[in-house]
């Protein structure tokens, strides 16, 4: 008889959870134009910062690519940023 173990989820991990701070602040708009905010949901790279990392919530997420995209066509915000070793 084979018993299979079940992997426990680890409670840490599922409550330790940031709240969105685009949700706590209504009044900090997601927009292509403002660059500051962008900027902090991007990585040193040109990346944008996976949910998981930076806590925003999936509806401000979808928004906030759209937005970083948006203000790369525009180059206000690098594609991508080399790193010289
Ligand atoms: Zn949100």
Do not use: W
Request: charged share 40%; aromatic share 8%.
């Amino acid at each position: 008889m084979a018993v299979r173990k079940r992997k426990k989820k680890k409670k840490k991990d599922l409550q330790r959870r940031k709240p969105c701070p685009f949700c706590l602040d209504p009044t900090l708009d997601i927009d292509y134009k403002n660059v500051e905010v962008l900027s902090r949901f991007v990585s040193e790279k040109g990346k944008i910062v996976p949910r998981r990392n930076s806590g925003v919530c999936a509806k401000h997420q979808r928004r906030l690519a759209k937005e970083i995209k948006r203000a790369r066509f525009l180059a206000l915000i690098p594609y991508i940023v080399y790193t010289y070793r």
